[in-house]
């Protein structure tokens, strides 16, 4: 009798946890669940040729997504503030691979962060990230995936989709930065603050340096006596970045300023001092485009992705890639 309902027991157990052992019809993961931890996944979309170390690689647009979000932006961010990266990541490399790229006609993009956008493997990635690297790898797995084939339009063209890692809580113009003026690229309020890491820096030039470098930048600069006499006012954004200032009775932009002593951004105060200058900078990068550390803010504040991209990149809409616009 006992053997009867043991069996009874275990016929009645398997009955209810085989269907649940094997794969089904309906076992396609459901929408909103984190994928696996590989970027499989990923795969079967549209190819891109990708230049990484000196080699092309034809890899799917989201698995190369993959590789730029672990790279560009710190995995530990919120979901959404990872998925507007996505977006904006998909978005340049689309728009990269319609324009070519002159520094290399045979890839689309590379991994050079000062030509496209920085690229890290996977397995690289997971290094960096130790113990962290399978719900980091989960984490932007699902934020490329849920973003899908998605970019960023205005006036139904692609946009160049720039970002920063932070601004001084208002990011700037593209006018004020490069020169040309995109419509998408204007200066709005951005939430971050002192919760960013090194947001405020500090950085001495001795004063012979700082006279030796503007000098052969601007030969025709007066940069006699001490350093308190060099530096008429400067002209700022109303997010505070430095647009214009007079240096040894030359004006420059504050942008040459921030690329001649290598500053954080343009977005800073000068103190001269006797023997030396003192630059006081807040924010990390040309601060045009969507702010990554505001977009983690805007979502720790609840906002979603596409709140987030059509806050920093203004009038835009996110829609999926239309076929025209991927090169053929
Ligand atoms: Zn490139």
């Known amino acids: ?50 230049l990484l170390d000196g080699e092309i690689h034809e890899m799917d647009t989201n698995e190369y997504i993959w590789g730029v979000v672990a790279a560009e932006m710190p995995a530990s961010f919120e979901l959404e503030a990872l998925k507007a990266q996505a ?23 590379c991994g050079d962060s000062t030509c496209c956008q920085a690229y ?16 980091y790898n989960k984490k932007i797995t699902q934020a490329v995936a849920e973003t899908g084939s998605q ?4 006036d139904g063209q692609l946009i160049t989709a720039v ?14 930065v490069w020169g040309g003026n995109l419509p998408y690229l204007v200066g709005v309020k951005s939430p971050e603050g002192d919760e960013v890491p090194n947001y405020h820096t500090e950085v001495t030039v001795a004063g ?5 470098t503007f000098l052969a930048a601007h030969p025709d600069a007066v940069l006699g006596g001490a350093p308190s006499q060099w530096f ?28 001649l002593y290598k500053l954080r951004s343009a977005c ?38 596409q709140d987030i991209l059509t806050w920093y990149y203004t009038g835009v809409k996110v829609e999926n890639c239309p076929e025209n616009m991927w090169k053929s």
Do not use: C
């Open 268 to 305: 800073f105060t000068v103190e001269p001092k006797e023997n030396q200058v003192i630059f006081r900078v807040t924010g990390n990068g040309h601060g045009v485009g969507m702010s990554q550390y505001g977009a983690n803010t805007m979502a720790k504040q609840g906002k979603s992705y």
């Open 163 to 176: 970002f920063h890692s932070s601004s001084s809580q208002e990011t700037l113009d593209s006018v004020e």
């Open 1 to 50: 009798m006992r053997k009867v309902i043991l069996t009874a027991v275990i016929v009645t157990l398997l009955f209810f946890f085989i269907p649940m052992l094997l794969p089904g019809p309906d076992s396609a993961a459901p929408k909103g669940a984190v994928p696996e931890t590989t970027t499989n996944n990923l795969s079967g979309g549209k190819k891109l040729r990708v």
């Open 120 to 135: 890290i493997s996977p397995e690289k990635a997971a290094k960096n990230w130790g113990a962290n690297a399978e719900a």
């Open 151 to 154: 970019v960023i339009v205005y």
């Open 208 to 212: 012979e340096e700082f006279r030796k």
């Open 232 to 259: 008429g006012e400067a002209v700022r954004t109303s997010g505070g970045s430095v647009n214009q200032i007079t240096i040894g009775g030359v004006v420059v932009k504050g942008t040459e300023v921030r690329s």
């Open 87 to 109: 977006v904006a990541a998909r978005t340049y490399a689309v728009q990269k691979s319609q324009l070519g790229k002159a520094n290399h006609p045979d890839a689309d993009v």
